[in-house]
């Protein structure tokens, strides 16, 4: 079968005006590398939820709930007072396998395989595998016997978590959990969800986020009724953000504050 | 023969006699993201999802997929099926009446093919013949849209656009000959609203 001429090509039997218009068209374009890890955080996330958890319309949101909550990603601050400690992540397995495709992605390399299943695995900048023992409750304290003469003992420092080593260092993964961990406490309590959104921006204070970021920050002002504030924002963000996907996104929650 | 190869290429730990790793392990939604999401992507841009929604409806298709994997018929085409749960989302997305009114601000790039600014004038043409094409390509139904753009924007030829939807090649040639005809059509009515003095 003989292939059609294209409208826009030399030949092709369109109309002048049609070919002006075809020919100012942008091509469908590819993926970013940021929005493939965005992604593929987001569908680790869904893979991670039971099929018969999912309930039509409302998937969604329970799976953006899980996102803290299932066990995914839990922040563990390392405990030491008076310390400049970093933030650490312990994250479980669907994340673990994003930040190594997002390393993979940087490098150009092939991600690498799930641990267990392949046998051959580089520890390397990842996280060792807590042991049974640790993951167990630590017992109850044995009550004195009677008569035992009792001192006041200053309860023992907690020792760090044995696996609270970085396990992702890769910076834009880390933003993109810390600002999904906003979003899901945005419905609930937008002033925690507030909290992480500063967090990020002193953490980040030029991430690649920064945009998300803001637009996460005048939500949750919004609902916590500072309109003047979240209107101020809001404006600025538009302002830096023309001609991008966010102008419409900031129009549409600045409407709403009228 | 065509279904073997199918199989092998879904199944590649099974031609190879050993088990599957993380990533070939069949029917799981992070594998079928891992090949597909790029092709998600593209298929919701062709069936006129705006930027700011492309990120939720992308979300919405592997939520589906995650839901739906175990109907797979793994002898058929995983695009065609892909695309299948895209074309049903984006129909839901097209009945939301915010989608309905909003009309999106389509970014231009800063400088021309030549590697010149362009004009202000030249600017909002673009940006003006943009707008007017996505709202011409609206009005047809999806598999049109989608046929037409792969063809006249994203220049595919009929044969990939065949592969990519899982449709034999006559129905791609039929279904452009219609999308081209409909566009047109579509031109004319808008062209004579305008010459009535209409908004559109």
């Not at chain 2, 879904?10 to 790793?21: D, M, T």
Request: net charge positive; charged share 30%.
């Amino acid at each position: 079968m003989k292939e059609p001429t294209r409208w826009r090509d030399a030949g092709g039997s369109a109309p002048p005006r049609v070919r002006e218009l075809f020919t100012s068209a942008q091509p469908t374009r590819k993926m970013t590398q940021l929005e493939l890890a965005r992604s593929t955080a987001q569908v680790a996330q869904i893979a991670a939820t039971p099929v018969g958890v999912l309930p039509g319309v409302l998937a969604k949101k329970i799976v953006m709930a899980i996102l803290g909550i299932g066990g995914a990603v839990a922040l563990v601050v390392a405990p030491r007072v008076g310390q400049d400690v970093p933030l650490m992540l312990k994250v479980a397995e669907p994340i673990e396998r994003v930040g190594a495709t997002v390393e993979a992605a940087g490098s150009g390399g092939p991600a690498p395989e799930e641990p267990g299943k392949s046998g051959e695995r580089s520890t390397e900048g990842m996280e060792s595998r807590a042991t049974p023992a640790a993951s167990r409750p630590a017992p109850l304290p044995k009550k004195p016997a009677r008569g035992s003469v009792t001192k006041k003992v200053a309860p023992p420092m907690p020792s760090p978590p044995v696996s609270a080593e970085p396990v992702m260092e890769d910076s834009i993964t880390r933003e993109i959990v810390m600002l999904e961990e906003a979003r899901r406490l945005m419905a609930t309590s937008p002033s925690e969800a507030l909290g992480r959104v500063e967090a990020h921006a002193r953490e980040f204070p030029a991430g690649r986020l920064a945009a998300e970021r803001e637009f996460l920050a005048i939500d949750a002002l919004l609902r916590l009724g500072r309109k003047g504030e979240a209107r101020a924002r809001g404006e600025a963000l538009l302002e830096r953000s023309s001609g991008t996907p966010y102008e419409v996104r900031v129009r549409r929650k600045l409407d709403e504050m009228r | 023969m065509d279904g073997v190869f199918r199989m092998i290429r879904l199944f590649p730990w099974a031609a190879r006699g050993s088990p599957p790793s993380a990533v070939e392990r069949p029917l799981d939604v992070v594998a079928v993201h891992a090949e597909y999401a790029d092709f998600v992507f593209r298929s919701l841009q062709r069936l006129g999802v705006r930027p700011p929604d492309l990120d939720d409806l992308r979300q919405e298709v592997f939520l589906v997929v995650h839901k739906r994997l175990h109907t797979f018929d793994t002898g058929s085409p995983m695009q065609a099926w892909l695309f299948g749960i895209c074309k049903n989302i984006v129909a839901r997305h097209r009945q939301r009446a915010y989608v309905r009114r909003e009309t999106t601000a389509i970014p231009v790039p800063e400088t021309s093919s030549e590697g010149v600014l362009p004009s202000p004038e030249e600017s909002l043409a673009t940006k003006q013949a943009r707008a007017e094409l996505e709202e011409l390509l609206d009005e047809l139904d999806l598999d049109k849209r989608a046929v037409l753009v792969m063809f006249e924007i994203d220049e595919l030829g009929c044969e990939e656009i065949a592969e990519e939807l899982g449709v034999p090649v006559g129905t791609v040639h039929s279904r452009l000959h219609k999308a081209r005809k409909a566009f047109e059509k579509a031109l004319v009515r808008r062209q004579a609203r305008l010459s009535r003095g209409g908004r559109r």
